[in-house]
């Protein structure tokens, strides 16, 4: 017995170590020869105040990292994880970059677009992730209603994140408060719980400071994780609860932020 608590208690330590470890070198790393110039990732914050998006690409790199290699993880977890987080970071990377001076926001102003033949990069970023999600949920659930709602609760967590990035620290925060009860399950959801948390801990301060922001590929990287994590320790029933409070989440998008940012 005290040889498998020390097992989880490991798996944890190690997840969240080695999110932070990789996170900070990530990041440390793009601030010193950032892709595409310094110019490309730098944003206005809600302030006014210059800031850059090095630490979303820092930690959609460094939660990945960690979530394939912690420990006693099965491979279909692994292949999950690295599909879902790396997929999310990717879309929310391609919207921070070509998204930036496009004013439109929400869902049915990007699916307002394409009825009328425009692909937006919100518009990639919403059914990239939804099926980047779907294919994790396949992944990780056998029966065809269960990978469904693994896919909107993937998906769904990724978007929550994001809508909470609204000021300073308010995703890291949003992050550690969600993904702190999932350290004490059993399994799967320890790690990949672990990870969100610790790539958020390695960035907090500069976020904080407001020298840097999770933008979206840092939000939806670290919301596809914990989404992972919920996945990996719920049933069918558990899963619905949890699709039904994200897709309420979602259609009150606005009001959640505004109630985010008042925080």
């Excluded at 944890?12 to 020869?33: C, D, N, P, V």
């Excluded at 779907?134 to 029966?143: D, H, Y």
Aim: aromatic letters at 4%; one cysteine or more; charged letters at 15%.
């Amino acid at each position: 017995m005290v040889a498998v608590t020390g097992s989880r208690t490991l798996g944890r330590i190690s997840a969240f170590l080695g999110a932070a470890g990789a996170t900070r070198a990530a990041y440390t790393a793009l601030r010193k020869r950032p892709p595409g110039g310094a110019v490309l990732w730098e944003r206005k914050n809600y302030a006014g105040r210059t800031a850059d998006l090095h630490a979303g690409l820092a930690t959609a790199t460094g939660t990945a990292l960690a979530a394939v290699t912690a420990p006693g993880l099965p491979g279909r977890t692994r292949a999950a994880a690295a599909l879902a987080v790396l997929a999310a970071g990717g879309c929310g990377a391609y919207d921070d970059v070509f998204g930036a001076s496009d004013p439109r926001r929400g869902f049915r102003a990007h699916l307002s677009a394409l009825r009328q033949r425009e692909v937006t990069s919100g518009a990639v970023k919403l059914f990239g992730i939804g099926a980047a999600g779907l294919a994790a949920g396949a992944l990780l659930k056998e029966r065809p209603a269960d990978r469904l709602l693994a896919g909107v609760v993937i998906a769904g967590s990724a978007h929550l994140v994001n809508l909470l990035d609204v000021r300073p620290g308010r995703a890291a925060g949003s992050v550690l408060a969600v993904g702190a009860p999932g350290l004490l399950r059993r399994g799967p959801a320890r790690p990949l719980s672990a990870a969100p948390m610790g790539a958020v801990a390695a960035v907090l301060g500069d976020d904080l400071g407001e020298r840097t922001m999770i933008g979206d590929a840092g939000a939806h990287a670290l919301g596809a994780a914990l989404g992972l994590a919920i996945v990996t320790s719920n049933g069918r029933r558990g899963l619905a609860a949890h699709a039904a409070g994200l897709i309420a989440a979602a259609a009150a998008g606005d009001r959640v932020s505004r109630a985010a940012a008042a925080i």
